[in-house]
């Protein structure tokens, strides 16, 4: 990885490059591409290093008795996995880490972040994830247990709406995944867009949702 890349990312934009050099040259920093599909980190797997995204998209999973699998979380580009773990008293990752597509991910380990959080600019990034990745696990836990389906499925679809400035929402991601995200079996996901378009609330044409109330 050659420093003039790493300068390029934001979080490492004010670095000293004497760090970022002897970390690149100690292997300390890396970067790693993964394919779609591949298991990135494995549940109760060390947590060895803090990972940026560089591109592509990742979720951290968990896979429930039934065997269906519940995401409770989307790690995207500039986004970091393990940041609340390679310093934690139980450094084992609680979730599965999978890449939704193809993906590069840029590799530090816990002594080059110990010397990288030395920068101001590093340490609010840093900070940031971290506050980031707490927000997304919070609003995930209070839909899986203080939502229904229903009102889980309405605030995707509007909030889908708001990112797309339409009333007529794209899924960006299959009905399967849409289950898998919400915690439920497709049967029910399948269900409940059923009674939704039979209240008059939405139309369903493949992977358009066609918001009407």
Do not use: W
Not at 87 to 97: A, K, R, V
């Amino acid at each position: 990885m050659e420093i003039d890349r790493l300068r390029l990312i934001p979080m490492l934009s004010d670095s000293d490059p004497e760090i970022l050099n002897r970390c690149i040259a100690e292997n300390q920093i890396f970067s790693r591409k993964y394919a779609k599909g591949a298991t990135v980190h494995r549940q109760h797997e060390r947590c060895a290093t803090a990972d940026v995204v560089l591109s592509g998209s990742l979720v951290a999973y968990s896979l429930l008795e039934s065997g269906s699998a519940v995401t409770l979380f989307e790690f995207k580009e500039n986004g970091i996995i393990g940041a609340n773990l390679i310093f934690g008293d139980s450094d084992t990752y609680p979730l599965n880490i999978y890449a939704v597509t193809s993906c590069v991910l840029l590799h530090m380990t816990k002594r080059a972040v110990e010397e990288l959080l030395r920068g101001h600019n590093f340490v609010m990034h840093y900070i940031k994830s971290l506050s980031t990745n707490a927000q997304g696990m919070n609003r995930k836990i209070t839909m899986l247990t203080q939502k229904t389906l229903h009102e889980n499925l309405l605030d995707y679809f509007r909030q889908q709406a708001a990112f797309q400035g339409s009333s007529d929402v794209r899924l960006p991601i299959s009905k399967k995944e849409l289950a898998d995200y919400l915690g439920v079996q497709r049967p029910s996901l399948f269900r409940e867009l059923k009674k939704m378009k039979d209240d008059g609330l939405i139309d369903v044409s493949n992977r358009t949702i066609r918001i009407l109330k």
